[in-house]
């Protein structure tokens, strides 16, 4: 009777032990999933940003030219909700694609003829996802060519 007492008293120690493991595991699950859910929209802002930087010294390095942008950028000049932009289409690796392979999306239109001015020449760039998420929004400003 005594070695059967022990053998069960056994069992139920390894049930628990089981459980407690169990309880762990999930927990370790849970965070490692969380962990890689921001380390991908962490990602996604950083490319976001450089790329927003770099359509943005474009803009401003072509004079508001938005044609020249998109041209530069790998994009196409695009007329969005009438007014002038360039728009520049990237893949989930942030490499340019068309738009039908794409994820995320370059736009920089230009800015309303109330804020342009001889000298001046703004610009709304904003990165986004195609879902409509915007990641990246900004106001930019580059000087007009004088000639």
Known sequence: MNTRSRATLFLI????????FAICAAACVKILTSAYFTANESRD????????????????????????????????????????????????????????????????TGGSPEQRSELLSPGDLTVEKLTGEQIVAFTVVARRAVG
């Open 13 to 20: 120690e390894q049930l628990i032990v089981i459980a407690v």
């Open 45 to 108: 802002t950083s490319n976001a940003i450089l790329i927003a930087e770099n359509g943005a010294e474009v803009f401003k390095a072509v004079s508001g030219d938005l044609g020249r942008t998109a041209e530069i950028l790998g994009g196409v000049p695009a007329n969005v909700d009438g007014s002038d932009a360039a728009v520049v289409y990237y893949d989930n690796h942030w490499r340019n694609c068309g738009e039908e392979n794409a994820s995320f999306r370059l736009k920089l």
